[in-house]
Protein backbone atom coordinates (compact mmCIF):
# COMPACT_ATOMS: atom_id res chain seq x y z
CA UNK A 1 0.00 0.00 0.00
CA UNK A 2 2.81 2.46 -0.55
CA UNK A 3 1.21 4.22 -3.34
CA UNK A 4 -1.93 4.38 -1.00
CA UNK A 5 0.59 6.59 1.28
CA UNK A 6 2.00 8.61 -0.76
CA UNK A 7 -1.52 9.77 -2.42
CA UNK A 8 -3.12 9.65 0.99
CA UNK A 9 -0.84 12.25 2.34
CA UNK A 10 -0.50 14.61 -0.68
CA UNK A 11 -4.36 14.68 -0.45
CA UNK A 12 -3.93 15.54 3.37
CA UNK A 13 -1.45 18.39 2.66
CA UNK A 14 -4.33 20.19 0.50
CA UNK A 15 -6.90 20.49 3.06
CA UNK A 16 -4.90 20.77 5.96
CA UNK A 17 -5.24 23.84 6.63
CA UNK A 18 -8.64 23.10 6.08
CA UNK A 19 -8.68 20.77 8.73
CA UNK A 20 -6.91 23.71 10.91
CA UNK A 21 -9.68 26.45 10.25
CA UNK A 22 -12.40 23.69 10.65
CA UNK A 23 -11.13 23.37 14.38
CA UNK A 24 -10.12 26.85 14.96
CA UNK A 25 -14.03 27.37 14.78
CA UNK A 26 -15.32 25.89 17.97
CA UNK A 27 -11.97 27.11 19.83
CA UNK A 28 -13.47 30.46 18.86
CA UNK A 29 -16.96 29.93 20.21
CA UNK A 30 -15.26 28.00 23.39
CA UNK A 31 -13.37 31.38 24.39
CA UNK A 32 -15.81 33.82 23.55
CA UNK A 33 -18.45 31.75 25.43
CA UNK A 34 -16.09 31.54 28.71
CA UNK A 35 -15.52 34.94 28.73
CA UNK A 36 -19.50 35.50 28.30
CA UNK A 37 -19.95 33.54 31.29
CA UNK A 38 -17.07 35.08 32.99
CA UNK A 39 -18.69 38.36 33.12
CA UNK A 40 -20.96 37.53 35.89
CA UNK A 41 -24.11 39.25 34.67
CA UNK A 42 -25.79 36.58 32.10
CA UNK A 43 -28.94 35.10 33.43
CA UNK A 44 -28.92 31.54 34.06
CA UNK A 45 -31.47 30.71 30.64
CA UNK A 46 -28.53 32.52 28.92
CA UNK A 47 -25.64 30.17 30.63
CA UNK A 48 -27.07 27.06 29.59
CA UNK A 49 -27.41 28.27 26.26
CA UNK A 50 -23.61 29.58 26.33
CA UNK A 51 -22.79 25.85 28.04
CA UNK A 52 -24.83 24.00 25.54
CA UNK A 53 -22.87 25.69 22.49
CA UNK A 54 -19.65 24.82 24.14
CA UNK A 55 -20.22 21.32 24.56
CA UNK A 56 -21.28 21.34 20.86
CA UNK A 57 -17.86 23.11 19.85
CA UNK A 58 -16.42 20.29 22.13
CA UNK A 59 -18.46 17.44 20.66
CA UNK A 60 -17.26 18.92 16.93
CA UNK A 61 -13.54 19.14 17.41
CA UNK A 62 -13.60 15.80 19.05
CA UNK A 63 -15.22 14.25 15.78
CA UNK A 64 -13.09 15.83 13.58
CA UNK A 65 -9.89 14.30 15.58
CA UNK A 66 -11.69 10.61 15.30
CA UNK A 67 -12.16 11.29 11.48
CA UNK A 68 -8.31 12.46 11.55
CA UNK A 69 -7.09 9.35 13.52
CA UNK A 70 -9.23 7.20 11.53
CA UNK A 71 -7.90 8.13 8.50
CA UNK A 72 -4.41 7.77 10.10
CA UNK A 73 -4.88 4.46 12.46
CA UNK A 74 -3.14 1.08 12.48
CA UNK A 75 -6.77 0.15 12.59
CA UNK A 76 -6.72 1.67 8.95
CA UNK A 77 -3.65 0.15 7.80
CA UNK A 78 -4.71 -3.72 9.52
CA UNK A 79 -7.57 -3.49 7.63
CA UNK A 80 -10.21 -4.75 10.24
CA UNK A 81 -13.39 -4.71 9.09
CA UNK A 82 -16.92 -3.64 10.59
CA UNK A 83 -20.68 -2.60 9.41
CA UNK A 84 -20.43 0.81 8.13
CA UNK A 85 -23.11 3.38 6.59
CA UNK A 86 -21.93 4.63 3.41
CA UNK A 87 -23.53 7.94 3.91
CA UNK A 88 -22.03 8.19 7.42
CA UNK A 89 -18.32 8.05 6.32
CA UNK A 90 -19.11 10.62 3.75
CA UNK A 91 -20.76 12.58 5.96
CA UNK A 92 -17.41 12.39 8.13
CA UNK A 93 -15.42 13.03 4.90
CA UNK A 94 -17.52 15.85 3.81
CA UNK A 95 -16.97 17.39 7.56
CA UNK A 96 -12.80 17.10 7.36
CA UNK A 97 -13.17 19.11 4.06
CA UNK A 98 -15.90 22.12 4.79
CA UNK A 99 -13.61 24.76 4.67
CA UNK A 100 -11.51 23.80 1.64
CA UNK A 101 -14.57 23.27 -0.12
CA UNK A 102 -16.02 26.84 1.11
CA UNK A 103 -12.89 28.24 0.00
CA UNK A 104 -13.33 26.60 -3.72
CA UNK A 105 -16.67 27.62 -4.13
CA UNK A 106 -17.50 24.04 -4.56
CA UNK A 107 -20.27 22.02 -3.05
CA UNK A 108 -20.49 19.05 -2.24
CA UNK A 109 -23.94 16.82 -2.25
CA UNK A 110 -24.86 13.26 -0.47
CA UNK A 111 -27.74 11.69 -1.83
CA UNK A 112 -29.00 9.13 0.10
CA UNK A 113 -31.89 7.93 1.27
CA UNK A 114 -33.63 5.90 3.91
CA UNK A 115 -33.01 2.53 3.59
CA UNK A 116 -29.24 2.07 2.72
CA UNK A 117 -28.21 -1.26 3.82
CA UNK A 118 -24.89 -1.69 5.65
CA UNK A 119 -21.56 -2.80 3.90
CA UNK A 120 -18.51 -4.62 5.43
CA UNK A 121 -15.28 -2.79 5.51
CA UNK A 122 -12.46 -1.11 6.60
CA UNK A 123 -13.81 2.50 7.74
CA UNK A 124 -10.38 4.36 7.97
CA UNK A 125 -10.29 2.70 4.31
CA UNK A 126 -13.37 3.89 3.15
CA UNK A 127 -13.10 7.42 4.71
CA UNK A 128 -9.80 7.25 2.61
CA UNK A 129 -11.41 6.53 -0.37
CA UNK A 130 -13.92 9.05 0.04
CA UNK A 131 -11.43 11.52 0.80
CA UNK A 132 -8.97 10.69 -2.15
CA UNK A 133 -12.50 10.76 -4.44
CA UNK A 134 -13.07 14.05 -3.41
CA UNK A 135 -9.82 15.38 -3.95
CA UNK A 136 -9.75 13.88 -7.70
CA UNK A 137 -12.94 15.37 -8.31
CA UNK A 138 -11.96 18.93 -6.84
CA UNK A 139 -9.08 18.50 -9.51
CA UNK A 140 -11.80 18.46 -12.25
CA UNK A 141 -14.15 21.08 -10.24
CA UNK A 142 -14.13 25.23 -11.31
CA UNK A 143 -15.29 27.32 -8.88
CA UNK A 144 -19.09 27.30 -8.27
CA UNK A 145 -19.47 24.04 -9.34
CA UNK A 146 -21.05 21.03 -7.88
CA UNK A 147 -19.49 17.59 -6.82
CA UNK A 148 -22.79 15.25 -6.24
CA UNK A 149 -22.36 12.18 -4.20
CA UNK A 150 -25.37 9.54 -5.08
CA UNK A 151 -26.09 6.45 -3.38
CA UNK A 152 -28.20 3.63 -5.46
CA UNK A 153 -28.91 0.73 -3.61
CA UNK A 154 -29.86 -1.87 -5.58
CA UNK A 155 -30.49 -5.68 -5.14
CA UNK A 156 -28.04 -6.58 -2.78
CA UNK A 157 -25.81 -3.78 -3.70
CA UNK A 158 -24.79 0.06 -3.55
CA UNK A 159 -23.08 2.16 -6.11
CA UNK A 160 -22.07 5.14 -5.55
CA UNK A 161 -21.68 7.67 -8.67
CA UNK A 162 -20.00 11.01 -7.84
CA UNK A 163 -20.07 13.85 -10.54
CA UNK A 164 -18.24 16.73 -10.51
CA UNK A 165 -20.00 19.56 -12.78
CA UNK A 166 -18.15 22.64 -14.09
CA UNK A 167 -19.88 25.96 -12.81
CA UNK A 168 -18.64 28.00 -15.66
CA UNK A 169 -18.68 25.68 -18.33
CA UNK A 170 -16.71 22.12 -19.49
CA UNK A 171 -14.10 20.57 -17.38
CA UNK A 172 -12.83 18.66 -20.47
CA UNK A 173 -10.78 21.61 -21.38
CA UNK A 174 -8.98 21.94 -18.38
CA UNK A 175 -5.48 20.13 -18.10
CA UNK A 176 -5.44 17.08 -15.74
CA UNK A 177 -3.58 17.40 -12.75
CA UNK A 178 -0.29 15.68 -12.22
CA UNK A 179 0.15 12.82 -10.45
CA UNK A 180 -3.35 11.91 -11.04
CA UNK A 181 -2.86 8.27 -12.13
CA UNK A 182 -1.29 7.92 -8.50
CA UNK A 183 -5.02 8.79 -7.22
CA UNK A 184 -7.14 6.35 -9.41
CA UNK A 185 -4.79 3.75 -8.68
CA UNK A 186 -4.41 4.38 -5.06
CA UNK A 187 -8.16 4.43 -4.72
CA UNK A 188 -9.13 1.36 -7.15
CA UNK A 189 -6.34 -0.49 -4.74
CA UNK A 190 -7.87 1.01 -1.77
CA UNK A 191 -11.05 -0.41 -2.85
CA UNK A 192 -10.07 -3.97 -4.03
CA UNK A 193 -8.63 -4.92 -0.80
CA UNK A 194 -12.42 -4.28 0.54
CA UNK A 195 -13.96 -6.52 -2.08
CA UNK A 196 -15.49 -3.33 -3.93
CA UNK A 197 -14.69 -1.81 -7.30
CA UNK A 198 -13.75 1.36 -8.41
CA UNK A 199 -14.26 3.08 -12.09
CA UNK A 200 -13.33 6.14 -13.43
CA UNK A 201 -15.09 8.10 -16.55
CA UNK A 202 -14.68 11.44 -18.15
CA UNK A 203 -17.03 11.92 -20.92
CA UNK A 204 -17.48 14.96 -23.15
CA UNK A 205 -19.88 16.61 -21.66
CA UNK A 206 -17.43 18.33 -19.02
CA UNK A 207 -18.30 16.02 -16.03
CA UNK A 208 -15.71 14.12 -14.24
CA UNK A 209 -17.36 10.62 -13.04
CA UNK A 210 -16.89 8.09 -9.95
CA UNK A 211 -18.41 4.98 -9.66
CA UNK A 212 -17.70 2.60 -6.42
CA UNK A 213 -19.55 -0.25 -6.29
CA UNK A 214 -20.26 -1.99 -2.84
CA UNK A 215 -21.79 -5.31 -2.50
CA UNK A 216 -24.06 -4.89 0.41
CA UNK A 217 -23.03 -6.67 3.51
CA UNK A 218 -26.28 -9.44 5.04
CA UNK A 219 -26.41 -6.50 8.27
CA UNK A 220 -29.76 -4.80 6.88
CA UNK A 221 -31.59 -4.88 9.89
CA UNK A 222 -28.83 -5.10 12.47
CA UNK A 223 -28.22 -2.43 14.72
CA UNK A 224 -24.36 -1.59 14.67
CA UNK A 225 -22.00 -2.12 17.76
CA UNK B 1 10.68 19.84 -3.33
CA UNK B 2 8.83 16.24 -3.97
CA UNK B 3 11.11 14.43 -1.48
CA UNK B 4 10.49 16.37 0.72
CA UNK B 5 7.18 15.92 0.90
CA UNK B 6 6.96 12.35 0.74
CA UNK B 7 9.06 12.16 3.94
CA UNK B 8 6.92 15.06 5.69
CA UNK B 9 3.75 12.97 4.95
CA UNK B 10 5.56 9.20 6.53
CA UNK B 11 6.60 11.00 9.25
CA UNK B 12 3.65 12.55 9.91
CA UNK B 13 1.56 9.39 10.05
CA UNK B 14 4.09 8.36 12.52
CA UNK B 15 2.68 10.92 14.89
CA UNK B 16 -0.54 11.49 14.11
CA UNK B 17 -2.13 9.40 16.85
CA UNK B 18 -0.01 11.43 18.50
CA UNK B 19 -1.24 14.82 17.76
CA UNK B 20 -5.03 13.34 18.31
CA UNK B 21 -3.84 11.97 21.69
CA UNK B 22 -2.59 15.49 22.90
CA UNK B 23 -5.27 17.56 21.58
CA UNK B 24 -7.85 15.34 23.24
CA UNK B 25 -6.24 16.07 26.53
CA UNK B 26 -7.44 19.50 26.49
CA UNK B 27 -10.71 18.59 25.51
CA UNK B 28 -11.12 16.28 27.94
CA UNK B 29 -10.39 19.25 30.77
CA UNK B 30 -12.67 21.92 29.31
CA UNK B 31 -15.71 19.02 29.03
CA UNK B 32 -14.65 18.18 32.58
CA UNK B 33 -14.30 21.75 34.16
CA UNK B 34 -17.60 22.49 32.56
CA UNK B 35 -19.36 19.60 33.97
CA UNK B 36 -17.69 20.74 37.39
CA UNK B 37 -19.15 24.30 36.43
CA UNK B 38 -22.75 23.27 35.72
CA UNK B 39 -23.12 21.64 38.69
CA UNK B 40 -23.47 25.07 40.73
CA UNK B 41 -22.50 24.15 43.80
CA UNK B 42 -18.76 25.60 43.50
CA UNK B 43 -17.27 28.53 45.01
CA UNK B 44 -16.05 31.69 42.99
CA UNK B 45 -12.43 30.76 43.80
CA UNK B 46 -12.87 27.15 42.70
CA UNK B 47 -14.71 28.45 39.31
CA UNK B 48 -12.48 31.14 38.64
CA UNK B 49 -9.59 27.75 38.58
CA UNK B 50 -11.66 26.18 36.38
CA UNK B 51 -12.18 28.84 33.98
CA UNK B 52 -8.45 29.34 33.96
CA UNK B 53 -7.66 25.70 32.93
CA UNK B 54 -9.95 25.89 30.18
CA UNK B 55 -8.41 28.41 29.09
CA UNK B 56 -4.96 26.91 29.22
CA UNK B 57 -6.43 23.97 27.23
CA UNK B 58 -7.94 26.25 24.76
CA UNK B 59 -4.76 27.77 24.34
CA UNK B 60 -2.41 24.28 23.96
CA UNK B 61 -5.12 23.35 21.27
CA UNK B 62 -4.22 26.39 19.52
CA UNK B 63 -1.10 26.31 19.56
CA UNK B 64 -0.93 22.84 18.15
CA UNK B 65 -3.05 23.58 15.58
CA UNK B 66 -0.52 26.55 14.70
CA UNK B 67 2.15 24.46 14.62
CA UNK B 68 0.42 22.19 12.45
CA UNK B 69 -0.47 25.04 10.05
CA UNK B 70 3.04 25.82 9.96
CA UNK B 71 4.35 22.45 9.24
CA UNK B 72 1.48 22.09 6.11
CA UNK B 73 0.83 25.78 4.81
CA UNK B 74 1.23 27.38 2.09
CA UNK B 75 3.92 29.86 3.69
CA UNK B 76 6.19 26.55 4.35
CA UNK B 77 6.18 25.53 1.29
CA UNK B 78 6.77 29.41 -0.23
CA UNK B 79 10.01 29.94 2.09
CA UNK B 80 9.34 32.91 3.48
CA UNK B 81 11.93 34.03 6.19
CA UNK B 82 11.79 35.50 9.89
CA UNK B 83 13.99 36.11 12.48
CA UNK B 84 13.61 32.47 14.84
CA UNK B 85 14.76 31.37 17.45
CA UNK B 86 16.01 27.60 17.69
CA UNK B 87 14.71 26.53 21.18
CA UNK B 88 11.50 27.93 20.38
CA UNK B 89 11.18 25.62 17.64
CA UNK B 90 12.43 22.69 18.83
CA UNK B 91 9.90 23.19 21.69
CA UNK B 92 7.16 23.63 19.58
CA UNK B 93 8.10 20.40 17.55
CA UNK B 94 8.20 18.63 21.33
CA UNK B 95 4.98 19.78 21.37
CA UNK B 96 3.49 17.96 18.54
CA UNK B 97 5.26 14.50 19.47
CA UNK B 98 4.99 14.53 22.99
CA UNK B 99 2.23 11.59 23.75
CA UNK B 100 4.65 9.41 20.48
CA UNK B 101 7.48 9.65 22.62
CA UNK B 102 5.92 8.82 26.04
CA UNK B 103 4.30 6.23 24.84
CA UNK B 104 7.95 5.19 23.53
CA UNK B 105 9.86 5.82 26.68
CA UNK B 106 11.61 8.38 24.50
CA UNK B 107 13.18 11.18 26.45
CA UNK B 108 13.70 14.41 24.61
CA UNK B 109 15.89 17.37 25.60
CA UNK B 110 16.53 20.77 24.73
CA UNK B 111 19.44 22.62 25.94
CA UNK B 112 19.70 26.15 25.24
CA UNK B 113 20.84 28.87 27.42
CA UNK B 114 19.88 32.33 27.21
CA UNK B 115 21.83 33.73 24.99
CA UNK B 116 20.78 32.04 21.95
CA UNK B 117 20.71 34.46 18.87
CA UNK B 118 18.41 34.78 16.15
CA UNK B 119 18.41 32.94 12.97
CA UNK B 120 16.60 33.93 9.74
CA UNK B 121 14.97 31.13 8.22
CA UNK B 122 11.23 29.97 7.21
CA UNK B 123 9.76 28.89 9.89
CA UNK B 124 7.62 26.17 9.21
CA UNK B 125 10.69 24.54 7.29
CA UNK B 126 13.04 24.65 10.48
CA UNK B 127 9.96 23.15 12.22
CA UNK B 128 10.01 20.39 9.45
CA UNK B 129 13.52 19.89 9.91
CA UNK B 130 13.24 19.28 13.75
CA UNK B 131 10.43 17.21 13.19
CA UNK B 132 12.42 14.55 10.39
CA UNK B 133 15.38 15.08 12.56
CA UNK B 134 13.95 13.26 15.62
CA UNK B 135 11.49 11.18 13.40
CA UNK B 136 15.33 10.09 11.98
CA UNK B 137 16.69 9.86 15.24
CA UNK B 138 13.75 7.47 17.23
CA UNK B 139 13.93 5.01 14.67
CA UNK B 140 17.38 4.68 15.97
CA UNK B 141 16.25 4.94 19.60
CA UNK B 142 15.40 2.01 21.95
CA UNK B 143 12.73 2.08 24.56
CA UNK B 144 14.53 4.06 27.05
CA UNK B 145 16.59 5.91 25.71
CA UNK B 146 17.22 9.87 25.13
CA UNK B 147 17.14 11.96 22.38
CA UNK B 148 19.18 15.33 23.37
CA UNK B 149 18.87 18.46 21.58
CA UNK B 150 22.35 20.66 22.29
CA UNK B 151 22.61 23.96 21.42
CA UNK B 152 25.90 25.95 20.96
CA UNK B 153 26.38 29.20 19.65
CA UNK B 154 29.87 30.10 18.98
CA UNK B 155 31.39 33.26 16.51
CA UNK B 156 28.36 33.75 14.42
CA UNK B 157 26.75 30.72 14.32
CA UNK B 158 24.50 28.04 16.01
CA UNK B 159 24.98 24.15 16.48
CA UNK B 160 22.27 22.00 16.97
CA UNK B 161 24.07 18.59 17.87
CA UNK B 162 21.05 15.83 18.53
CA UNK B 163 22.60 12.62 19.71
CA UNK B 164 20.61 9.90 20.24
CA UNK B 165 21.71 7.50 22.97
CA UNK B 166 20.14 3.71 23.54
CA UNK B 167 18.50 3.28 26.71
CA UNK B 168 19.12 -0.53 26.78
CA UNK B 169 22.61 -0.78 25.23
CA UNK B 170 24.19 -0.64 21.59
CA UNK B 171 21.92 0.82 18.68
CA UNK B 172 24.63 0.37 16.03
CA UNK B 173 22.77 -3.31 16.12
CA UNK B 174 19.53 -1.97 15.35
CA UNK B 175 18.43 -2.49 11.64
CA UNK B 176 18.41 0.22 9.52
CA UNK B 177 14.85 1.27 8.45
CA UNK B 178 13.98 1.73 5.11
CA UNK B 179 13.19 4.88 3.68
CA UNK B 180 15.90 6.31 6.45
CA UNK B 181 18.02 7.80 3.08
CA UNK B 182 15.11 9.66 1.94
CA UNK B 183 14.68 11.00 5.45
CA UNK B 184 18.38 12.53 5.65
CA UNK B 185 18.09 13.93 1.75
CA UNK B 186 15.14 15.88 2.68
CA UNK B 187 16.75 17.16 5.75
CA UNK B 188 19.78 18.10 3.58
CA UNK B 189 17.76 19.69 1.18
CA UNK B 190 15.25 22.02 3.58
CA UNK B 191 18.34 22.93 5.23
CA UNK B 192 20.37 24.08 2.11
CA UNK B 193 17.20 26.19 0.71
CA UNK B 194 17.62 28.13 3.56
CA UNK B 195 21.56 28.41 4.17
CA UNK B 196 22.12 25.97 6.29
CA UNK B 197 23.76 22.88 6.58
CA UNK B 198 22.63 18.89 7.95
CA UNK B 199 25.17 16.26 8.49
CA UNK B 200 25.00 12.85 9.87
CA UNK B 201 27.26 10.14 11.83
CA UNK B 202 26.44 6.79 13.07
CA UNK B 203 30.07 6.06 15.15
CA UNK B 204 30.44 2.42 16.24
CA UNK B 205 29.25 3.58 20.25
CA UNK B 206 25.50 3.05 19.09
CA UNK B 207 25.12 6.79 18.85
CA UNK B 208 23.14 7.96 16.42
CA UNK B 209 24.30 12.19 15.75
CA UNK B 210 22.70 14.77 13.63
CA UNK B 211 24.38 18.05 13.27
CA UNK B 212 22.53 21.29 11.55
CA UNK B 213 24.88 24.45 11.58
CA UNK B 214 22.95 27.99 11.34
CA UNK B 215 24.80 31.21 10.52
CA UNK B 216 23.24 33.09 12.83
CA UNK B 217 21.30 36.15 11.77
CA UNK B 218 22.42 39.75 12.64
CA UNK B 219 19.43 40.56 14.97
CA UNK B 220 20.99 39.22 18.36
CA UNK B 221 19.32 42.13 20.36
CA UNK B 222 16.58 42.83 18.14
CA UNK B 223 12.45 41.80 19.19
CA UNK B 224 10.54 39.74 17.05
CA UNK B 225 8.28 40.77 14.83
Given at each position: MENVKIVKYKAFNEIASSVVHEMKNPLSAITLGLEYIQ?????AKAKADVFSNISTAVGRLNEMLENLRLIFSDESESGKRTPLKISEILGKTKGLMNYYLTKNHIHFEINADGDEPWIIGNEGQLMTIFFLAAAWLIRRAESGSSMVFQLAPENGSIKVMAVSQGGSGSLSAKPRPAGDKQTTEALKELASANGWQATFAEPDDGKAELTISFPAG????QKRG
Open positions: LGSAEKLMH
